[in-house]
């Protein structure tokens, strides 16, 4: 039976209490509603008003701008992939880019805004391509896939190659790049191939596990997230979504009661206990310390396995998998071995991903070394003292521990990086990271029973350090502008920057990053940023268009946005270059005060060329930036549609409507189209998700309307901005009065997944208060109505449940009547909420009314 609780327990040796709901009381929040359960309906009506939604826009216009190096070939276009908030309320949007409608691996950018909406930095992985990469393979994707399957031992599967262009390495190449699992050497392994699909050779690979050289066993008694009732439990952590633990099938453990576990190292229960108590507190170590939210940055985590057969621990990309230790005595499960494991999936899940190269896996072992020793330092728990060495619980091979920080070389890996690093098994080239890490939360010489930690030859006589949960920022802060390509150069210049934008240039922090990577032989690179005096005048510079088309004789214009980013406003000089023969291009004024903007006008004589011309706009200032815009002269050869499917549609005011934005490539390549609403009702606001996308994808259009939003029929204008030309479809909104009636209706459909929460507003503009009961109508698409918790918001806040989960069988929802007894207000929101608290059955939340 399908039986789900709500609350974490208490587990260990002895039996917890069973937690007694009592029926259908009123509760000032429902059960368990954090905000990471919030619904993407509910993210999508309010994304006008959210700073990740202004994070977003922000960055999107610094990417049609070609801002700095953000510039892009004639043939490429970048995609919004997410955005992540980080520490100090910066937030770090990622790209990713394609060549002629290929994605490119190793083409990722990542731009860095704050609160304020202003770009506080660009990095991209690669510059514009030539557009000379081949798109069309010479061998099939059969014969890639017989290639790819030879960096295997054994093959168990393989996905369809996808064909992409290559940009790691000494040229771009078109290739097919398929995933192949199975075995290699004995041990598990997941390969992305890439395989030339001009010559058929491997151009690069990389492994998607990561594994870790390395109940409460570990921490007896302790307090997990569970969920169930009654005599039905799973080792499901519902608060915190996709954290699960369980065998090697992949499901949860389950019992009848909330007590888990032995406390004997052999018994897999008993390790779940200490992997859930371990990736727990490293969810919260994240929430509390580096401002993620959940494993993956936006709200989510991944399942943990137990019982592998192996003296080993892995990552795959999809779960993390423990196994014991060689006298087969313990588990892999301590807290740095888990949070080490899981530290990969933070690296894959910031920008740039797994990343390819012995350099840059040792620097992702290495972030697995750091999120695992953070993890341990934030629990502080008693049996497992934290310090700087990985996996010495354990003890996997009967030799101590895995890996050394303070002191790498201890058990023979690097403490310093040379030109060696990227030849060295990544375990070991994670030693100048670890190294890095220790010197600086630590420092060389912490004193008080902390080892001394040596320093490289040419570094500093010594540093100081500036304390774990700093460093670790730091650390999270370089991640988030992460690119595929890391190497430990870039990584230096990553902290540095997060340094600066966490606690200013004239800092101690700042001046600390540095000096502990020029301890491990990792010099200041071009363009690091300056410490030890205060942030100089800077700006940033946009164009409002990227793109244009005149014929002879016409003028087309965009206008030229400059913003103060640090210190204080400049004059901001502005010049052309690129500008072909037979255009003449002009600025009015032709320099600002950086806040201020100015119209870029170029005039077409009859003289010049048809063709595609790329004019880089430059504000030479105390610092130079620059934009990038892509004059068409003459008819386009790339262009694209743009439809609304349905075009029309009708709600009750204070309701919202959908509809899907469709693109199609109409000729040439693909290009990037971005996506905006005008015409919009009084009250009303729009939201795209996504708000970019390849000419050829979709888009999902939301239209909220307030309460208040007047009666009537309105157009609103969707325009899609590409790099080529701007297309427009219209949408026809009717929005029905209330008409003082007390009968309110949301029609929008909720997808509702496995362990996931829904909410469904509805504005009511009734008068007095509401009439007790309150009378609902729920219509839900799902095959197992008891697998559903509903519940009831007033416009005061106050919960009440509506309808609980439990029963003995299941049975399809349909449509069900409820009154619900409430003292409420009638005006305002009321607010639906439904949750499916089991696996197994999906659907939708058709629509609900509440008559008040």
Known sequence: MKRKGLAAATVGLATAAAMVLSALPAYAAPPGATPARQSSGTQARTAAADPESRAAAVADQAVSSGMDNLVKGPDEAYRRLKVVRGAGDMFFVSYERTYKGLP?????????????????????????????????????????????????????????????????????????????????????????????????????????????????????????????????????????????????????????????????????????????????????????????????????????????????????????????????????????????????????????????????????????????????????????????????????????????????????????????????????????????????????????????????????????????????????????????????????????????????????????????????????????????????????????????????????????????????AQTVNLTATGVPSGVTASFNPSSVTSGNSSTLTLSVGSSAAQGSYRITVTGTGSATHTAVYTLQVGTSTRDFSISANPGSGTVQAGSAATTTIGTTTTAGTAQAVNLSATGLPTGASAAFNPASVTSGGSSTLTITTAPTTPAGSYTVTVTGTGETASRTVTYALTVQGTSGGRTFTNGTNYTISDYSTVQSPISSTATGTATSPVKLSVTISHTCAEDLDIWLRGPSGQWYAVDRYGGTSCTSYGTRTYTVPVSQQAAGTWTLEVTDEYLGDTGFLDSWSITV
């Open 104 to 568: 490119m691996v190793g083409g990722d950018a990542v731009v860095v805004t704050d609160s304020a909406g202003r770009v506080r930095d660009t990095v991209a992985e690669s510059g514009p391509s030539r557009g000379d990469v081949p798109t069309t393979p010479e061998i099939d994707a059969a014969r890639a896939t017989e290639v790819a399957k030879t960096r295997l031992s054994r093959v168990d599967d393989s996905a369809a190659p996808r064909l992409v262009v290559l940009t790691w390495g000494d040229k771009r190449r078109l290739t097919w790049e398929t995933v192949v699992s199975g075995l290699k050497d004995g041990r598990p392994s997941i390969q992305h191939v890439f395989v030339d699909a001009r010559t058929g050779e491997i151009a690069d690979s990389y492994d998607q596990v990561r594994e870790g050289s390395g109940n409460g066993y570990y921490y007896g008694q302790v307090t997990i997230g569970t969920s169930g009732s009654g005599s039905s439990y799973s080792m499901t952590d519902t608060t915190r979504p996709g954290i699960k633990c369980g065998g090697q099938n992949g499901s949860a453990y389950t019992g009848t009661d909330d007590a888990w576990g032995n406390g004997q190292g052999t018994n897999l229960e008993t390790a779940c206990v200490d992997a859930l108590y371990a990736v727990q507190r490293e969810w919260d170590m994240l929430r509390d310390w580096l401002g993620r939210n959940g494993i993956d940055g936006n709200g989510n985590g991944f399942p943990a396995r137990v019982g592998l057969a192996d003296v080993n621990a892995y990552w795959n990309g999809s779960y993390t998998n423990f196994g014991h230790n060689q006298a087969n005595t313990r588990q892999a499960t301590p807290i740095d071995v888990v949070a080490h494991e899981f530290g990969h999936a933070i690296f894959q899940t910031t920008p740039g991903g797994a990343g390819s190269g012995n350099e840059n896996g040792g620097i992702n072992e290495g972030t697995g070394d750091v999120f695992g020793v953070i993890t341990e330092h934030y629990a502080n728990n008693p049996n497992d003292p934290p310090d700087y060495l990985v996996g010495e619980e354990v003890d996997l091979v009967g030799d101590g521990p895995i890996r050394n920080m303070y002191n790498p070389s201890a058990l023979g890996d690097p403490n310093c990086w040379s030109t060696s690093i990227p030849s060295t098994e990544v375990h070991s080239a994670a030693g100048p990271l670890n190294h890095w890490f220790y010197l600086l939360a630590e420092g060389s010489n912490p004193g008080g029973g902390k080892p001394s930690s040596p320093i490289c030859s040419g570094g500093p006589s010594s540093v100081t350090g500036i304390g774990i949960e700093k460093a670790g920022k730091i650390f999270m802060g370089a991640l988030n502008r992460k690119t595929s390509s890391w190497r430990y150069a870039t990584v230096r210049s990553a902290a540095v920057a997060a340094a600066v934008e966490l606690f200013g240039a004239n800092s101690v922090e700042c001046n600390t990053t540095k000096a502990s990577f020029s301890a491990i032989a990792v010099p200041a690179q071009s363009g690091e940023a300056a410490c030890g005096s205060t942030p100089g005048n800077d700006f940033s510079l946009t164009l409002s268009s990227s793109s244009g088309t005149a014929q002879p004789g016409q003028q087309v214009t965009t206008t030229v946005a400059t913003q103060t980013t640090s210190g204080s």
